[in-house]
């Protein structure tokens, strides 16, 4: 059985009043959960600051990568106006499958796109289609190729954008430079592509909550 802190008791409360599951969302988490989709979607309060960050954008076309069951994607769609557009990239099949039904659930069939394939052969795909700006790029996948994922943002975004970079502590071995692991190598790459480039402007924050000990990089994008 896992330990219990007191920062998961905090996470329950906060959660509770300020970003409480309806219905579409606790359905959502509740067929992710019997498809045997793992347990790696955003915490409730952590989709809500997601969805903040988007309406704070006036986003209207946002790209998440790494759809899973639609959790966030669930999020994030609340936030488009009516003509909005949200496409997300997803890798497995089945997690697209029950993404996709949850998301009808969740009405939001009309503005949301799940598209099957790695991320990084689905986004040149999308860059040939000439889509708008997106407003905000939700990158949360595999986090071996998180620098070549805010490249791409850097492609499809434009002066403004938001892009948001999640799970960039790795358990505290983001420091380590000597380390070989793939996602320790690929979000240190992500975090010094985020400082070292010229159009954008960004900063990390450590988080602890249900999910235990995490954080997020946001970037603005210059110009
Ligand atoms: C952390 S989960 C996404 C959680 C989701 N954003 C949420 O909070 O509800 C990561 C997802 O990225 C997908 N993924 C992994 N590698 C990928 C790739 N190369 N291209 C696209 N998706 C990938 C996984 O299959 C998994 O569903």
Redesign the pocket.
């Known amino acids: 059985m896992s330990e219990s802190h007191v920062w998961d008791e905090v996470d329950a409360y906060f959660t509770a009043h300020l970003a409480p599951d309806d219905e579409a969302l606790a359905a959502?988490l509740r067929d992710?959960d019997a498809a045997g989709?793992?347990h790696?979607?955003?915490a409730g309060n952590?989709?809500k600051l997601l969805q903040l960050l988007a309406q704070l954008q006036g986003a209207r076309h946002i790209l998440?990568?790494?759809?899973?069951?639609?959790?966030?994607?669930i999020?994030l769609g609340r936030a488009l106006p009516p003509d909005g557009r949200l496409v997300?990239?997803?890798?497995?099949p089945r997690?697209?499958e029950v993404?996709v039904r949850n998301i009808a659930r969740a009405g939001l069939d009309k503005l949301v796109e799940v598209r099957v394939?790695?991320?990084?052969?689905?986004l040149p795909r999308l860059a040939d289609e000439n889509p708008p700006p997106f407003d905000l790029v939700?990158i949360?996948?595999?986090k071996v190729?998180n620098p070549h994922y805010v490249e791409w943002a850097l492609k499809l975004t434009s002066t403004g954008s938001l892009i948001v970079l999640?799970?960039v502590v790795r358990g505290g071995r983001v420091t380590d430079a000597e380390s070989t692991a793939d996602d320790v190598v690929g979000t240190r790459a992500a975090i010094e592509l985020i400082g070292s480039h010229p159009r954008l402007s960004g900063t990390a924050i450590q988080t602890v909550g249900m999910k235990g000990y995490d954080g997020f990089a946001v970037a603005r994008v210059l110009a």
Not at 64 to 73: D, K
């Open positions: 959502a992710s989709l793992p790696i979607n955003v952590q989709g998440e990568i790494g759809t899973l069951g639609g959790y966030s994607t999020w997300s990239l997803e890798y497995d997690h697209a993404a394939g790695p991320a990084l052969e689905s939700f949360d996948a595999d190729n999640d799970n």
